[in-house]
């Protein structure tokens, strides 16, 4: 629903639908076809060791088709593809990003589909027009370096991020939903667009620092004690670093921010039944469950996150749930506040 504020309700509505979702097995056409193909190419923005390995490794091993991936942030892979696109060599035949599949909507790029399991996933996470399915959610928050920053020092709310002590010592990346632009925009759907705009004027006061790395780096930053904040990071990324001993904390403000991995097939691929029989294994439970087991957070019905607390429903805190239309509505406008008020 474009332009509401919601706190995301995400266990108890996976209960429900996953007491009268059945598992649905890919066809044996889909599979002869596949395998037929043999292979797939996948682009991706999910971290490769953390979850795309384990995802290629028993689905090739599952069907035999092999599949090659190839990892950067939404923003690249968009421009990447709309470069096959209008070339008309697109390499890829499946990716997954977290925004900008609008304007590879609009391009042509992306082509309609639906997976045999598609009823297995909630309503909220495919898209109405059959060009995108979600196989995980993400939720945001800043994340502080826990040596560097004792308890009674850590923020709580947006407006503790105003206190001079933070001066020059925030860090973001400068763009993608994972970064200025959507921490930019989640201020403006918490705060409304005259409140959350003055709010952001007094932010840029701060000079928060930018650093041009994945989401990931940023936080890896935290830990190597480069910041002692971090803005608009995953919250899964802090909590399985400090699983580890890392000095990572991430912060429950709220709202928190929650977005979505996309994943949708390309209008010119050259192995279309490899590239949805992949997608199928990743919404199966066998696919679903890899992303628990990887601490993400997945989509299928029934399947609750690994990390309970780390979710709005089940950890007990309030988040905006952003869905494509609001991006494809608002990143270029979030973009630019950060160009114009932060650069």
């Known amino acids: 629903m474009r332009g509401r504020v919601a706190r995301l309700v995400v266990a108890g509505a996976f209960v429900l639908a996953g007491a009268a979702a059945r598992a ?6 889909l599979i002869a076809k596949a395998k037929a193909e043999g292979k797939l190419l996948y682009y991706t923005d999910l971290i490769i ?22 990892r950067a942030d939404s923003q690249d892979t968009s421009v990447k593809l709309i470069n096959e696109h209008k ?34 996933i909630p309503r909220q996470f495919r898209d109405r027009n059959n060009y995108w399915v979600s196989t995980n959610y993400y ?22 991020l105003l206190d001079p002590k933070w001066k020059d010592k925030m860090v973001w990346k400068p763009n993608d939903l994972s970064g200025a632009p959507g921490f930019i925009g989640n201020v403006l759907r918490a705060m409304g667009d005259e409140k959350g705009m003055d709010y952001l004027r007094r932010l840029s006061q701060q000079r928060i620092k930018s650093f041009g790395g994945s989401a990931r780096a ?24 400090a699983r580890k001993g890392a000095p990572s904390q991430w912060v429950k403000m709220e709202p928190a ?20 029989l992949f997608v199928e294994f990743m919404l199966s439970a066998e696919g679903q469950e890899l992303f628990k087991k990887a601490d993400y957070f997945p989509t299928r019905a029934g399947m609750s996150p690994g990390m309970p607390e780390l979710a709005p429903e089940s950890g007990g805190f309030k988040a905006n749930f952003f869905t494509p239309d609001d991006t494809a509505k608002d990143y270029e406008r979030w973009a630019k506040i950060y160009i114009d008020m932060f650069r």
């Open 87 to 120: 070339a008309g060599r697109m390499q890829a035949d499946v990716f997954g990003l977290t925004s900008g599949l609008q304007s590879l909507i609009d391009a042509g790029a992306v082509r309609r589909f639906t997976p045999g399991n598609a009823d297995e």
């Open 218 to 241: 940023v936080v890896d930053q935290l830990i190597a004690g480069e910041y002692p904040l971090a803005l608009q990071i995953f919250n899964h990324h802090a909590a399985l670093s």
């Open 24 to 29: 649905a097995e890919p066809s044996a056409e």
């Open 257 to 276: 921010m929650v977005q979505m991995t996309l994943v949708t097939l390309t209008s010119g691929s050259k192995n279309p039944n490899a590239a949805q």
């Open 139 to 160: 939720v945001m928050t800043p994340a502080v370096n826990t040596d560097l920053v004792p308890e009674k020092d850590r923020p709580r709310v947006f407006e503790d």
């Open 49 to 70: 060791d953390q979850i795309v390995r384990p995802l290629v490794g028993a689905f090739e091993a599952k069907y035999g088709v092999k599949v090659e991936y190839s």
